[in-house]
């Protein structure tokens, strides 16, 4: 079946210093959601890629889909305490079924002031 | 944005009972709604997605009889943990599908202790 992996699985960083995390599928994907889960809270919707080569922002961060749609970014410059927490990337294979999301395990983001 | 709703948000129960959670899409009608779990400090697992009107489709190694799910109406889904054990003590999230839009909405879930 469908893998999503992710990697860093702990990332530890000063604040103002950037951060990226990354996420591999083993299957084409037909689009890739970032979901952000704040410790003791459920996960919440950041954004989704659909199309082969896909960049979007927001605000400090960068959200890229590669070229293959098997892979994603996510990148935040200059972190700040708010950005603590654990980034999930979610994707739906091509030939998966309805809305199906496989999700990657997380990378935990810790940001010391 | 749109909101989906768990009840209840903490549950302790003893080893033997059933427990049912409840998830409700508040401001539209969800046609999909899935059923995560979660152990600490580890990614979100699908246990079952629920389609309105129909059988939920289970994940390869989640017993269908110990997590019924029933999806009523378009805005309810529930999930019961039938005979709950400790080790079925965990996070249970829920989520929803908007329509035809991909993005699945969460609710706060659930913390289940089983005693």
């Known amino acids: 079946g469908q893998q999503v992996m992710q990697i860093p699985q702990y990332q530890h960083v000063q604040e103002g210093e950037d951060f990226t995390t990354y996420c591999n599928s083993s299957?084409?994907?037909?689009?890739i959601q970032w979901y952000k889960q704040r410790p003791g809270g459920h996960p919440v919707f950041l954004i989704q890629?659909?199309?082969?080569?896909e960049v979007k922002k927001q605000k400090r961060l960068t959200f890229q889909f590669g070229e293959a749609k098997k892979n994603s970014s996510l990148h935040i410059t200059a972190t700040q305490t708010t950005d603590v927490g654990t980034y999930f990337c979610?994707?739906?294979?091509?030939?998966?079924?309805?809305?199906?999301?496989?999700f990657g395990k997380g990378t935990l983001l810790t940001v010391n002031p | 944005g749109a909101v989906v709703s768990q009840h209840p948000s903490r549950v302790i129960c003893k080893s033997g009972t059933s427990v049912k959670i409840e998830c409700r899409s508040l401001?539209?009608?969800?046609?999909?709604m899935f059923w995560y779990r979660q152990f600490p400090k580890q990614s979100l697992m699908l246990m079952a997605t629920?389609?309105?009107?129909?059988?939920?489709?289970?994940e390869q190694g989640v017993e269908k009889d110990k997590f019924l799910i029933n999806h009523a109406s378009l805005t309810l889904s529930t999930l019961t943990v039938t005979s709950a054990h400790p080790e079925d003590s965990s996070f249970y999230i829920c989520?929803?599908?908007?329509?035809?839009?991909?993005?699945?909405?969460f609710g706060p879930g659930t913390r289940l202790l089983v005693l």
């Open positions: 629920s389609n309105e009107g129909s059988k939920a489709t289970y």
């Open positions: 989520s929803a599908n908007r329509g035809s839009r991909e993005t699945q909405y």
């Open positions: 979610a994707g739906r294979d091509s030939g998966g079924s309805n809305y199906k999301l496989t």
């Open positions: 299957t084409t994907l037909s689009n």
């Open positions: 890629l659909v199309k082969s080569g």
């Open positions: 401001d539209f009608q969800a046609t999909t």
